[in-house]
């Protein structure tokens, strides 16, 4: 086994993990380095004419320090609003601007998760006109899956069936390690989830996405490719209530990568498995 620590994965993955969210760091810098200003990410909100699915443009607006409030108020308020709390100070201001940066480089995830969650609280109806819960019945199934890949999703972007089918059966080595020289061209993994970018200023080596096949070439654009998952996620999480499950959503090593840590040119950095699990395990 390879014993790494966070320190010691250098800036390879965090370059890479953050390719979706590249454009808003050099705009509106970096959330590790201190908050990006509400104005410069309204601006950018603006500009990319970002909605919420209630039909508010999406606005960031400061989080008073000591102020607090329910994950349900808070998904609910952009739902009701657009308005999406941001801290400005404390240790949630890194956190809450990698959120921004991915509502801005996510928009239709973004909104559709929010819906999602507007569903599972009882704020709007599912396509059959009944609701699905109401405000007082708790988390529930679906808002935990929500949650999960609202703060630690990617999303898988190949054609190549053998990598698709790799990813699904959990075989790494086939993934990672003998198909390993057709990435980045044939495949490339696109991080949506807030709380990862956070954890790639000190990434470690079990850091792990929830993460969705998008049957796409890699090249295509980002905005397309958010539709695309916006679409997927509707289908998959709109049934979650009904039992059906997030059959789609799997755990991936984000450390396995090829080109995200140089330790793993190596085939024995993924001889681990307390890291690169079957999915039996």
């Not at 309204?42 to 000591?66: C, H, K, L, T």
């Not at 599912?126 to 679906?142: I, K, V």
């Not at 075989?171 to 990672?176: H, S």
């Amino acid at each position: 086994m390879i014993a790494l620590s966070g320190r010691a994965f250098g800036k390879a993955s965090v370059v890479l993990g953050r390719q979706p969210i590249a454009e808003l760091l050099a705009l509106c810098g970096d959330p590790g380095e201190g908050p990006p200003s509400i104005e410069a990410l309204n601006e950018e909100a603006d500009r990319r004419a970002v909605r919420s699915r209630s039909g508010w443009p999406i606005r960031f607006v400061v989080s008073r320090e000591g102020q607090t409030s329910s994950a349900a108020a808070y998904e609910g308020r952009i739902w009701a609003s657009g308005e999406v709390a941001t801290r400005q100070h404390g240790r949630g201001a890194c956190h809450d601007g990698f959120n921004a940066f991915c509502w801005l480089a996510f928009p239709q995830v973004r909104a559709c998760l929010n819906a999602l969650q507007a569903l599972a609280l009882g704020l709007r109806a599912d396509a059959g006109g009944a609701f699905a819960a109401t405000p007082t019945s708790g988390r529930g199934r679906l808002r935990d899956q929500v949650t999960l890949f609202d703060e630690s999703g990617g999303l898988l972007v190949t054609r190549n069936r053998t990598l698709a089918s790799a990813f699904h059966a959990g075989d790494w080595q086939t993934l990672f390690v003998r198909r390993r020289e057709i990435w980045p061209a044939e495949a490339n993994l696109l991080l949506t989830g807030h709380a990862l970018h956070e954890k790639l200023l000190n990434p470690y080596k079990s850091l792990c996405a929830r993460v969705l096949w998008i049957d796409a070439d890699p090249g295509t654009p980002l905005e397309q490719i958010d539709q695309r998952a916006a679409w997927l996620l509707d289908r998959a999480l709109a049934h979650v209530p009904a039992g059906a499950g997030l059959d789609g959503l799997r755990p991936l090593p984000v450390m396995g990568v090829p080109g995200w840590h140089p330790a793993n040119v190596d085939p024995a950095f993924y001889r681990d498995p307390l890291v690169f699990r079957t999915r039996s395990a």
